[in-house]
């Protein structure tokens, strides 16, 4: 029996919100205005506006319940301020207090390294700032739970905001090839 879903990756350039439907006044970019996609297709997850990169869309609402568990790994690659110490990323593997909904709260354990070279799918992004400002360093993490603007917050806590984010990789599915804007369709998501 054919799969009557659809199943879609697209890499999320920076500036859109990952929802089709925006009803307050001002205007917002979607993703209906990068493909079309079919109707009921839904984001499974979300990055928030000024994030990137790796996002999985269905029109299957079961694909995405099993997908957004919290037994799937997420990978971010965060370019943040400054040289970030061992100690910080040290603090962030072990998990550090930050505020959800007006609670504290402590993240889970999670994977942290720096890293010293970019995947080319990755891009050269915005343009955050130049050296005269500062260096920026970057940072892969790699959670299984995912609040709202998290990675964000996490760096932040441990003294290094976050500059740019992009998510790489979903479970086994990981933004390959994929330039910012562009889209990919599969027959299903092996996470």
């Known amino acids: 029996m054919e799969n009557p879903?659809?199943?879609f990756?697209?890499?999320?350039?920076?500036?859109?919100?990952?929802?089709?439907?925006?009803?307050?006044k001002?205007?917002?970019?979607?993703?209906g205005e990068?493909?079309?996609?079919?109707?009921?297709?839904m984001a499974i997850g979300r990055l928030d506006e000024d994030s990137e990169g790796l996002?999985?869309?269905?029109?299957?609402?079961?694909m995405s319940e099993t997908v957004r568990s919290q037994t799937v790994e997420k990978e971010y690659y965060a370019q943040v301020d400054g040289w970030i110490t061992e100690e910080a990323i040290t603090?962030?593997?072990?998990?550090?207090e930050i505020g959800f909904k007006g609670i504290r709260y402590t993240t889970k354990e999670?994977?942290?390294?720096?890293?010293?070279?970019?995947l080319d799918c990755i891009g050269e992004g915005r343009r955050i700032r130049d050296a005269r400002h500062g260096p920026t360093s970057w940072i892969s993490i790699t959670l299984t739970e995912g609040k709202f603007r998290q990675v964000r917050k996490m760096t932040a806590a441990v003294g290094f905001p976050t500059l740019r984010l992009v998510r790489i990789r979903v479970g086994n599915i990981s933004l390959q090839n994929l330039k910012a804007g562009e889209v990919s369709e599969v027959d299903t998501f092996n996470v």
């Open 91 to 96: 603090q962030l593997k072990a998990g550090v």
């Open 110 to 118: 999670c994977k942290a390294q720096r890293i010293t070279e970019l």
């Open 26 to 31: 001002r205007h917002k970019k979607l993703l």
């Open 5 to 7: 879903h659809r199943h």
């Open 55 to 62: 996002l999985l869309l269905t029109t299957d609402g079961m």
């Open 34 to 41: 990068l493909y079309p996609f079919p109707e009921g297709t």
């Open 9 to 24: 990756l697209l890499h999320k350039p920076h500036g859109y919100l990952s929802q089709f439907i925006y009803e307050k």
